[in-house]
C-alpha cells in the first residue's frame, strides 16, 4: 500500500495516541495473519536513485511472498516528519523499516518506545540496539571503482561528485569516488560538492555546471530528485554521468556511460526475508562487495574494453582482500 506524506500525516494524530495499545496480543498469534512491514521512504520511489532501489525491493517481496506478508511504505518523508511517522508506523507493523540512513536517529529514538516491534534501518553505519537491525551499504567501496571508472572515461582529466546531506556515509563515498580516480590518474582533477538536500534540483544543477566549468566531464552522486538537475547541466554542456544504486544501462540513455549498483532494495528484501523466515536479529551488517553482485557491482554501458573490465576485476578483487582500504561509516 503506497501513502503520500500529506494524506498520511492528516491521520498520524488520531492513530498515534492509541499506538502502543495495538500490540497487547503476539503479532503472530493467528498463523494466517499476514506479516505486517511499515516502511519509511525519505524522498521519492521515481527518483530513478537510491529510494527507487528501494521500492523495486518492496515489489519484488511482494511478488516473493504474496499474501504472507503486507506491505506498506510512506515516500517523501521530510526529516522533521520522521519520527511522528515512525510512530504511527509502529503502531500498526510486526517490523518497520527506515530506508535511507538519514532516519537512523529517528529510528533509534522510536523503537525505544515500541520494544515488541522490529526496526531495520538501511544505510548507516551503527551499533544494533535490542530491537533494531542496521544494515550498512558500504557505498564507499564502490564510490571508488565509480571514481576508477571515471577516471578511465574523462578526455579531460577531470570528474566531479555532487552528495545531498553532508553526512559520513555520503561525504566518504564522495572522499572515495576522488581516491579512486586517483588511483587511475594520480593528476587528475577533482571537484566535490555538498547541497545540503538530496531533491534540490537547482543545486545539483548549479553544483554541475560549476564543476564543468572547471573542465569536469564525467559526474558522480549520491542524491535522490536532485540527480535531475546534474542531468540538465550535463545535457547542456555535453558532459557524461555515472549513474548510482542500480543499473539502467538497458534504457541507453546517451547521458550515461555507467551505474553502479548499491542495493538498497536487495538490503530491504534481506530484512523482509529475515522476519517471514523467523531469523530477523538486531545486527549490524555490512553489505558491499561481498554480499555480491545485487549488493554492489558497476556496470560499463558498452564500449568497454578488455583493459578496463581488467582493471575494475584488479580493483574490486583488491577491496575485498583489503589491499585497497576505504572509508567506512
Request: a positive charge.
Amino acid at each position: 500500500m503506497i501513502t503520500s506524506r500529506r494524506a498520511f500525516l492528516k491521520t498520524v494524530a488520531t492513530t498515534a495516541g492509541a499506538g502502543t495499545l495495538t500490540y497487547g496480543l503476539s503479532p503472530f498469534a493467528f498463523a494466517a495473519d499476514p506479516i505486517k512491514i511499515g516502511i519509511l521512504m525519505p524522498g521519492s520511489k521515481l527518483d530513478h536513485g537510491w529510494m527507487e532501489s528501494a521500492y523495486n525491493g518492496i515489489k519484488r517481496a511482494e511478488a516473493r511472498y504474496g499474501n504472507k506478508v503486507k506491505i506498506s511504505f510512506i515516500e517523501n518523508v521530510k526529516f522533521g516528519d520522521m519520527e511522528q511517522v515512525l510512530v504511527s508506523l509502529a503502531t500498526k507493523n510486526d517490523l518497520v523499516i527506515g530506508a535511507a540512513g538519514q532516519t537512523q536517529a529517528s529510528v533509534l529514538k522510536v523503537a525505544q518506545r515500541f520494544p515488541k516491534v522490529k526496526f531495520s534501518i538501511v544505510g548507516p553505519t551503527g551499533t544494533p540496539t535490542a530491537n533494531v537491525a542496521q544494515y550498512d551499504v558500504l557505498q564507499a567501496q564502490i564510490g571508488f571503482v565509480a571514481g576508477a571508472v571515471a577516471a578511465m572515461s574523462s578526455k579531460n582529466g577531470a570528474v566531479s561528485y555532487v552528495g545531498g546531506a553532508e553526512i559520513p556515509a555520503i561525504v566518504n563515498t564522495g572522499k572515495e569516488f576522488g581516491n579512486g580516480a586517483r588511483y587511475i590518474k594520480p593528476d587528475i582533477k577533482y571537484f566535490e560538492t555538498y547541497t545540503g538536500d538530496f531533491d534540490d534540483v537547482t543545486k545539483a544543477k548549479e553544483a554541475t555546471l560549476a564543476a564543468i566549468g572547471q573542465g569536469a566531464d564525467v559526474h558522480y552522486n549520491i542524491l535522490n530528485l536532485g540527480v535531475r538537475g546534474m542531468e540538465q547541466a550535463a545535457r547542456d554542456k555535453n558532459t557524461k554521468m555515472i549513474g548510482s544504486y542500480t543499473n539502467y544501462c538497458a534504457d541507453k540513455n546517451p547521458l550515461y556511460l555507467a551505474y553502479t549498483v548499491s542495493g538498497i532494495g536487495f538490503m530491504l528484501e534481506y530484512a523482509i526475508d529475515q522476519m517471514v523466515a523467523g531469523t530477523w536479529k538486531p545486527e549490524y551488517k555490512p553489505f558491499g562487495l561481498a554480499m555480491g553482485p545485487q549488493s554492489a557491482g558497476i556496470e560499463v554501458c558498452g564500449g568497454m574494453t578488455p583493459q578496463m573490465q581488467a582493471k575494475i576485476k584488479e580493483i574490486q578483487d583488491a577491496l575485498l582482500a583489503g589491499k585497497i582500504k576505504v572509508r567506512v561509516g
